[in-house]
């Protein structure tokens, strides 16, 4: 997909394509279409970032908490939507053995006992181990430095996010 | 519903009670979780009121845009909200005539190219005829003038939505 596809989008078009590149928060997908049009498609990605940095606090804790935990009750009961399933599942955490379920539950109750939103972290570019390497280091955080991480783990996922869409796009043009 | 019960909520079922009182923008609520306790049920409607007001002009053009249409596409197909689908049964938008049915279609497509997002109004605090005499005056309105009007519709929206909410809330303690 190239920037002028994105630029000829109606609201509701732009709002259906890029609507969940942040975890259920079309708000976000719906407020960038103000900006068009776009230079190139880098420019809408950082309007994603710089709509999220000029939240409040709880704005940007807001955002969190639109989060799923991960291989939590919502994989469970298969309300994940389409792209947290996908990348879950990729993590290897939709077959997780019965210890690292138990452990991965627990430790995201911990974490949001303690800051008050779920534990993000961008799946794609990790595994189970090493999830659960960070569930354990992140939780002794600042609550402060623990939302700049968990914030800068959502820019990750919409990158990774726009790049499928685009990538989906050049593929169905292909064909 | 009484406050002490809104206080006692987790995360998830802050966001499950309160994430459509602004029609699909749960961030919202899932943000106004971070100013717990509240002291009563009108600051919980503040909340959602200050934290729209903070937002920039285009974060609250994506609010509008979060919206449907009134008797359009989405009442046909059936993927309305179903608070959205009530307000527009109770307003007599889901048996609209033919000629109201596309007289309405036609004014939404009008004001929706002159402002860049939809029609937004207090379905039940109105009526077919009215509608369609608001959609007419409003186009007529300047960008920033209609911004504002379609945001305090939001704020009333917002408002029945958690009387709704307490309401029911009553009824079933009382059952």
Known sequence: MDVQT?????????????????????LIAA??????????????????????DSLSIEGKEGI????????????????LTVESRGEQGQAGLTSLSS????????????????????????????????????????VRNQQL???HCGIEEVKSICRLRLQDIYNRAAKSTKL
Chains 1, 2 share one sequence.
């Open 31 to 52: 407020a960038l279409w103000s900006r068009r049009p776009f230079s190139s498609t880098l420019e809408l990605e950082n309007g994603f970032n710089e709509f999220i």
């Open 64 to 79: 969190l908490r639109c989060h799923p935990d991960l291989a939590g009750r919502e994989l469970l009961a298969g309300t």
């Open 145 to 147: 430095q623990e939302l």
């Open 6 to 26: 994105v630029n000829s989008m109606t609201c509701e078009e732009f709002v259906c394509v890029f609507g969940n590149v942040v975890e259920r928060c079309p």
């Open 99 to 138: 210890a690292d379920a138990l452990r991965m539950n627990q430790l995201n109750s911990q974490y949001k006992k303690q800051f008050g939103f779920p534990f993000v972290i961008c799946a794609r570019m990790s595994d189970k181990d090493r999830i659960i390497q960070q569930l354990e280091s992140r």
